[in-house]
């Protein structure tokens, strides 16, 4: 069978692309698929093959053997032993053949045919073996793979746990090469269209041969002739490419093409591909402090953590389209990063970021021991492998050589056995480790410094010697974020020792927040809750300084046991609610490079027909709009009963000059409606075409302070707190949000007596409307069996059970998925209206549910609202409510449960109204 007809039997194979787009050669043959596999969980093997005819199952390549999708599904450590026979035979008689694997956790040998080929150590670096003498063209070849995990403390782990990465997790594949052909070639481009390449060929003779460039179908070419020698030649060329095209999140150009060196031993063709862009950080104006560039101008780096974790493959995809997918859901909600956490990621998926437009901070693996003489150099070698492999992805724009010193700290133990004071030791961050930590920041800027580098992105304030000043924080509240963001940046100056350890002392370098979000900031943290709120007031707060350039939030998908991400692990939306404030907000706007900061509280509480003032600044990390005049339109409105009222509204002209952060000159100043409301100050930013640039919005809980509420509508209003029921006959029922909330579940209902004016007070009740907030309730098991929370420790970053519907700071966001109630009104007993309530939803909406909450780290409901169910009642029922001035109002819910929303709750500040007329 030829080596075509070889590769179209792939079609079918899991994932059947290339692995490297980056670097692709054609004559190729994909071995995913079916593998015969034994799983060994002791370490006795003495290292034979002589498993072979023990092998009791099947596994499908290249899914980690704890993974869904492997077919095996089984999390132990031990020894994964695979097998296959492969008949395969290069395109060109006398190529080489080469074995590839793109990963495999964590030592792995290999045999052909019985001869032991090669060995490898480490979780994530890409290797290969020549294996051209042992390999029969045209015959039947027998692969044997032993993969050895057992999550030594020495191994580089990275953060696993969600699922583990054991084994075989990339994929493999036989690749043919001329005698002699190119290794590697690294680009490093600059912005004036200049071009080096510095290629290392592998020459089976000595000899002349011809190095050639083609890319951008033939506009850059360029070739050279050059003389190899025996065995490894490292060559470096440069060229020149005409009206450079640049690389960057807006407008991701690449120079796709190839590679070729022709010699006489053959020609190797390689696909490849470059980005002309530069990442730097430079200081602007008379400013003191550093701001990260691309490509020579400041940029605001709106990111998220990515786990890069999926439900049935683990930490391979199970697809390209996946991958790509991941990208997109980042691009569509105007992100313009990403930061691979604690891992290097799949090169398919790099190149999907290269291609769609996204930067990438990607993290080296640590490991979660000790930093001793077995950690550092397995480190060491790890690292070197990662940065070789991804060094030409423009996406990546920064490397991160650590994480919150995980893995850098001496354990107790044995600090205890080289002290000398007898004192109790606790594990610590050593001088000497430090140091170790600055060698390997100064090594991977001496062999990449193209890129940004971190030497450990903290959250104990603990940084050594680094390109950026990063810090990490997990804290919820409006006032407290914001004091907690004003003094890490009032304490981020050169020379200011903050952030620091061990006499260091910070240099001009850009701050950047490289972890935040509101899942580790409650007591008994990571519930699953609404985060809409919380990250609206962040983000206006970071954009709020002038200092800071970029942040990264926790993250882009919820994982198994984490739920602050944008979307659901499965990929679906959850919803933020922004665009019931504003129309056409959406997350996009709060990523805006270009943004007006309301520098307000998110919600406050005010007099009905105060005046107020607002002020606000503009923030521009873009010169897209710079020179021109924007304008900024605002508008004050309420909701009356569910009719949207306009109180005030204006536009200001700014004209939109410099980068960075500068006061818009007067606030803006409005009278607040002369009523109970939920009040709103929308704000858009357009351009003088009518592009809208950016969206924002603060709340007003605005109250008229009397006895009875006031609203704009003819009659008068009774209003019943909705914990007043006499009765109620649920299986399972509380208050909630400071009573302000009652709940109950499943099937049931409340009862009220409700009392009209006496015939004194109003002579005729003539009509009558009902108007209250519901939404249906979803019981959690915390509902049911009570609360059980737990403390959560670093075991959270091994997988552990967050046990989220024990949780009490859950309270599921609103998402794809929907839960309704169908529930009754009765008069005196009489049906008068039935509602369907779609869900029981919770995101910025419920602006009531936020600012009522008691503490700011211990979540209430937060969040939850209601939809408006208004109801006149029949004059039959009206006529005899005249003779009897009240009556029993019964709200009845199905199996889908009944809240329902007081006056400080949800989103309409209203208790059960009932308007008497």
Not at 194 to 215: C, M, Y
Not at 394 to 421: C, H, K, Y
Not at 678 to 698: E, M, P, Q, S, Y
């Amino acid at each position: 069978m030829t080596a075509q007809a070889l590769q179209t039997t792939t079609a079918a194979l899991p994932r059947p692309e290339y692995p490297r787009p980056d670097w692709q050669r054609h004559d190729w043959l994909n071995l995913n698929g079916t593998w015969a596999f034994q799983l060994q969980t002791e370490n006795n093997e003495s290292g034979s093959t002589q498993l072979a005819d023990r092998f009791d199952s099947e596994i499908t390549v290249p899914f980690s053997w704890a993974s869904p999708l492997s077919g095996i599904g089984r999390s132990e450590t031990g020894i994964g032993w695979y097998k296959r026979e492969v008949s395969w035979s290069p395109e060109t008689s006398g190529s080489l053949v080469f074995l590839r694997f793109g990963a495999v956790d964590y030592n792995c040998d290999v045999w052909i045919n019985g001869v032991h080929v090669g060995s490898h150590s480490g979780g994530y670096g890409t290797f290969e073996f020549d294996v051209t003498s042992v390999w029969k063209s045209g015959e039947g070849n027998i692969i044997v793979v032993k993969a050895e995990d057992f999550d030594l403390k020495s191994q580089t782990r990275g953060k696993q746990g969600y699922g583990e990465i054991r084994g075989i997790w990339q994929p493999v594949w036989l690749e043919a090469r001329p005698q002699s052909y190119i290794q590697a070639a690294k680009f490093i481009t600059k912005l004036d269209g200049s071009i080096q390449v510095n290629a290392t060929v592998a020459a089976n003779k000595a000899g002349d041969a011809k190095l050639q460039f083609a890319f951008a179908e033939g506009a850059v070419s360029h070739a050279e002739l050059v003389t190899l020698e025996q065995g490894v030649n490292n060559i470096s060329v440069s060229f020149q490419v005409a009206d450079p095209q640049l690389w960057s999140p807006e407008s991701p150009y690449l120079y796709e093409g190839e590679i070729t060196l022709a010699s006489g031993e053959g020609t190797d063709n390689i696909a490849t591909y470059f980005g002309i862009r530069e990442i730097s950080t430079a200081l602007y104006g008379d400013r003191k402090y550093r701001w990260i560039t691309l490509n020579g101008k400041p940029a605001y780096l709106n990111g998220t953590l990515d786990q890069a974790f999926h439900e049935t493959g683990y930490f391979t995809y199970p697809t390209d389209e996946a991958m790509r997918d991941e990208i997109y859901l980042a691009k569509r909600i105007g992100l313009n990063f990403i930061r691979i956490h604690i891992k290097p990621e799949e090169p398919r998926k790099l190149y999907w970021a290269d291609k769609l437009g996204m930067m990438v901070m990607e993290d080296m693996p640590c490991f979660w021991g000790n930093p001793d003489e077995t950690a550092r150099p397995a480190y060491e070698r790890e690292a070197k492998e990662i940065i070789d492999r991804d060094f030409n992805h423009p996406s990546i724009f920064s490397w991160v050589m650590f994480n919150e010193t995980w893995g850098l700290r001496t354990d107790a133990e044995t600090i205890a056995l080289t002290s000398q004071d007898g004192g109790k030791a606790e594990a610590t961050y050593l001088p000497e480790t430090q140091e170790w930590v600055r060698s390997m920041y100064r090594w991977a800027k001496s062999v990449d410094p193209t890129r940004i580098v971190e030497e450990n992105s903290p959250c104990n304030w603990d940084k050594v010697e680094s390109d950026i000043n990063t810090w990490h924080f997990y804290i919820n509240g409006y006032e407290e974020v914001r004091a907690h963001v004003t003094e890490v940046v009032e304490n981020t100056y050169p020379g200011s020792s903050f952030n620091c350890i061990g006499g260091n002392v910070q240099t001009d370098a850009p701050l950047m927040n490289s972890e935040c979000g509101n899942v580790w900031g409650f007591t008994n943290g990571a519930g699953d809750s609404d985060l809409a709120w919380h990250y609206r007031y962040m983000l206006n707060e970071f954009r709020r300084h002038d200092k800071m350039c970029g942040f990264v939030f926790t993250e882009l998908r919820d994982v198994t046991n984490e739920f602050n991400g944008y979307y659901r692990l499965d990929g679906r939306e959850k919803f933020f609610g922004y665009e019931a404030f504003v129309p056409g907000m959406s997350l996009a706007d709060l990523h805006a490079p270009d943004f007006i900061v309301i520098d307000a509280p998110p919600c406050q509480t005010v007099q009905a027909g105060a005046t107020v003032s607002i002020p606000l600044l503009a923030s521009s990390f873009s010169d897209r709009y710079h020179g021109q005049q924007l304008q900024l339109s605002w508008e004050l409105w309420h909701d009356n009963l569910g009719t949207r009222v306009t109180n005030e509204r204006g536009v200001v002209a700014l004209d939109w000059n410099g980068f960075g952060v500068t006061p818009i000159a007067a606030p803006l100043t409005f009278g607040l409606p002369k009523q109970d409301a939920v009040a709103v100050l929308a704000l858009t930013l357009r351009a003088a075409d009518g592009t809208v640039v950016t969206r924002n919005f603060i709340a007003f809980d605005v109250r008229s302070g009397g006895d009875a509420p006031v609203y704009d509508a003819d009659g008068q209003f009774i209003a019943v707190p909705v914990t007043d029921f006499v009765e109620h006959s649920f299986a399972h029922q509380w208050n909630a949000i400071q009573e302000g909330k009652t709940n109950g579940g499943k099937a049931g209902q409340f009862v009220y007596e409700i009392s009209l004016p006496d015939a004194a007070a109003q002579a005729l009740v003539g009509h009558v409307e009902l108007a209250f907030e519901a939404s249906a309730k979803r019981l959690l098991a915390r509902n049911l069996e009570g609360a059980r929370d737990q403390d959560h420790t670093i075991s959270m970053m091994h997988g552990a059970d967050a046990a989220v519907e024990y949780n009490s700071n859950t309270y599921y966001m609103t998402d794809n998925e929907f839960h309704e109630s169908l529930i009754n009104v009765l008069v005196d007993g009489e049906k008068v209206a039935s509602f369907l309530l779609p869900d029981n939803p919770a995101d910025s909406r419920g602006v009531l549910s936020y600012q009522y909450q008691e503490v700011q780290n211990k979540l209430d409901e937060a969040g939850s609202y209601g939809y408006l169910c208004k109801v006149t009642l029949p004059s039959s029922i009206t006529a005899k409510l005249d003779r009897s001035r009240g009556f029993k109002l019964t709200l009845e819910a199905g199996e889908g449960g009944l809240a329902l929303y007081g006056r400080n709750a949800g989103r309409y500040p209203i208790d059960i109204l009932v308007n008497v007329k």
